[in-house]
T-cell receptor, first 115, second 113 residues
Framework: AQSVTQPDIHITVSEGASLELRCNYS??????LFWYVQSPGQGLQLLLK??????LVQGIKGFEAEFKRSQSSFNLRKPSVHWSDAAEYFC?????????????FGSGTQLTVLP | NAGVTQTPKFRVLKTGQSMTLLCAQD?????MYWYRQDPGMGLRLIHY???????AKGEVPDGYNVSRLKKQNFLLGLESAAPSQTSVYFC????????????FGEGSRLTVL
């Protein structure tokens, strides 16, 4: 069964600093990979996704993520964090092939941004 | 452009009471899902549906029932609520095939006393 690990429960950065959120997955092949963001009191919004091709993917709000097959990782990065980026971030994996139930979420990383 | 709409957004129940959460999507998506979100546990799949008239169990189905009588609606029912069902519930939908991107509602916060 596939699984997703987000090792950092809570990260605090200063506004303007760079950010990296870690995500490791366990799956027999290369899965589809996603990062979602959840602002307080809101549902989840897709930041970016990877399913094939270039291993560095660009998303909305200036985020990017890099798929590293050798490390089974899909870390999320942003060069300069804004106060509005404070939210909870979820990594998720899906099994290629279109099966309906296979999206698995990590436990999330809460991001706090200091002024 | 409503997307995925959940009602109600907040509800307080007493142990043993029943209730239904309604999810409606206007994107003509085939697949619909109910998740619960608890602190430190991410989102866990309760039930899902691959089309009108079909439902299937997810990771944590006990204590919940679902129905999908119309393609655009997916109902989550609690027949006898328990304090362990205090949670935030999210509905999501996606189209069949593709890359699996989910579209989420804004959540329904349920408290069981």
């Amino acid at each position: 069964a596939q699984s997703v690990t987000q090792p950092d429960i809570h990260i605090t950065v200063s506004e303007g600093a760079s950010l990296e959120l870690r995500c490791n997955y366990s799956y027999g092949a290369t899965p589809y990979l996603f990062w979602y963001v959840q602002s307080p009191g809101q549902g989840l919004q897709l930041l970016l996704k990877y399913f094939s091709g270039d291993t560095l993917v660009q998303g909305i709000k200036g985020f990017e993520a890099e798929f590293k097959r050798s490390q089974s990782s899909f870390n999320l990065r942003k060069p300069s964090v804004h106060w509005s980026d404070a939210a909870e971030y979820f990594c998720a994996v899906a099994e290629p092939g279109g099966s309906a139930r296979q999206l698995t979420f990590g436990s999330g990383t809460q991001l706090t941004v200091l002024p | 452009n409503a997307g995925v709409t959940q009602t109600p957004k907040f509800r307080v129940l007493k142990t043993g009471q029943s209730m239904t959460l309604l999810c409606a999507q206007d994107m003509n998506h085939e697949y619909m899902y109910w998740y619960r979100q608890d602190p430190g546990m991410g989102l866990r799949l309760i039930h899902y549906s691959v089309g009108e008239g079909t439902t299937a169990k997810g990771e944590v189905p006990d204590g919940y029932n679902v129905s999908r009588l119309k393609k655009q609606n997916f109902l989550l029912g609690l027949e006898s609520a328990a304090p362990s069902q205090t949670s935030v519930y999210f509905c999501a939908s996606r189209k069949q095939g593709g890359t699996g991107e989910l579209f989420f509602g804004e959540g329904s916060r349920l408290t069981v006393l």
